[in-house]
């Protein structure tokens, strides 16, 4: 894959780790940086060989500043009533992307770089990273999925404690309020990221596909909506050569192998 220019991606086995790699900007974005994530979530789509996206920053102290200061001054309302929803499109890709993704959450976590980490499927966070939706402190609204994810995530009341503010929190604090998943010391993240993704990789792909689905559905749909969708995935798995590996497996006493077919 690539070469990019602002990203790293490398390839273990079933696993793709995305590393945002402009470390001497705080990891923060151009719209180039998204247009070349673009690229890179249309290649991940389509290997199938990948089964599970873990994202992360390059360096120890930026998971993502948001967005380039040197962008935010050339920005204008035209831009952001023509061309936003097309940024905004490439963070909702990784929230419905056909895989799981795993945000590996290294540093300061800023602005956008939050909205970007909330697409994220599940978030482990270092102990040493830090959290702050900060827009209305430049006299912005959060425009890149700020007030619609992260109020579904930690709830309107926390969302406005954040927003309102600007307040930076540390991984506990977020932790605390749901905003993040798991906190683990800085030297273990990546290991512990890796882990969860291995053990997500090792399942059938078909059923992960469709419970990350129907989990989406759930925030947004009334209830008897998602459950039509859960017996209509049901219906799909049933007829799977995953599903009657993972029966023969457990009666042969053996680890499965599944080939997402």
Not at 13 to 23: Q, S, Y
Not at 128 to 138: D, Q
Not at 165 to 184: F, S, W, Y
Not at 227 to 244: H, N, P, Q, R, V
């Amino acid at each position: 894959m690539g070469p990019y220019i602002d990203f790293i991606v490398e390839k273990q086995g079933a696993l793709a780790i995305v590393t945002l790699n402009r470390p001497d900007k705080g990891n923060s974005w151009t719209l180039a940086t998204y247009q070349e994530m673009e690229k890179i979530q249309e290649e991940l789509h389509y290997d199938e060989d990948v089964r599970v996206v873990i994202f992360t920053g390059a360096g120890d102290k930026f998971f993502c500043a948001g967005a380039d200061l040197a962008l935010l001054a050339m920005l204008d309302s035209h831009f952001i009533s023509r061309d936003i929803y097309r940024y905004q499109g490439i963070n909702t890709r990784w929230d419905r992307f056909i895989k799981p993704v795993i945000m590996a959450i290294n540093g300061i976590t800023v602005g956008s770089g939050l909205e970007l980490a909330l697409c994220g499927d599940i978030r482990i966070a270092s102990s040493s990273s830090s959290f702050s939706i900060n827009e209305v402190r430049i006299g912005l609204n959060p425009d890149m999925g700020g007030t619609q994810r992260l109020t579904r995530t930690v709830g309107p009341s926390q969302a406005k404690r954040l927003i309102f503010t600007a307040e930076k929190i540390n991984a506990q604090e977020a932790a605390r309020i749901g905003l993040v998943d798991i906190v683990t010391p800085p030297e273990d993240l990546m290991a512990e990221a890796m882990k969860m993704a291995v053990k997500i990789a090792r399942m059938p792909p078909y059923a992960i596909r469709f419970a990350k689905k129907a989990i989406n559905l759930a925030v947004d749909a009334p209830l008897e909506v998602g459950l039509m969708y859960e017996e209509a995935g049901s219906i799909f798995c049933m007829g799977t050569e995953d599903k009657k590996e993972a029966v023969a497996s457990i009666l042969e006493k053996r680890e499965p192998e599944f080939h997402g077919r």
